[in-house]
């Protein structure tokens, strides 16, 4: 994903509707992770569960869901990354 996608994607986190806070976080933390480990800053990204309760679960899986529909035209790169997110929420039973 290149800078611009990343920053979308952290503009985006604060212009939504918050339904799924946990979610929205973890995904403004991943693309801050991803823009500061191109600049040479190494630490661990913690995983969405870290972020996300788990009586927001379903509601986080349907905003990925989402999110993916709305960004996913423009990007294969975040598409792929939504992907990625959908399955890791759901333990790979749904695809998107």
Do not use: N
Not at 2 to 30: F, M, N, R
């Amino acid at each position: 994903m290149s800078d611009v996608e990343l920053d979308a994607l952290i503009e985006a986190t604060y212009k939504v509707e918050q339904l799924a806070p946990g979610l929205l976080a973890w995904i403004d933390s991943a693309c801050v992770w991803e823009l500061q480990r191109r600049s040479g800053y190494d630490f661990e990204l913690q995983p969405p569960e870290a972020a996300i309760p788990p009586e927001e679960d379903a509601v986080s899986i349907d905003a990925a869901s989402a999110l993916r529909t709305s960004f996913a035209r423009d990007s294969a790169a975040v598409r792929v990354l939504f992907d990625a997110l959908v399955a890791l929420l759901t333990g790979g039973k749904r695809k998107h």
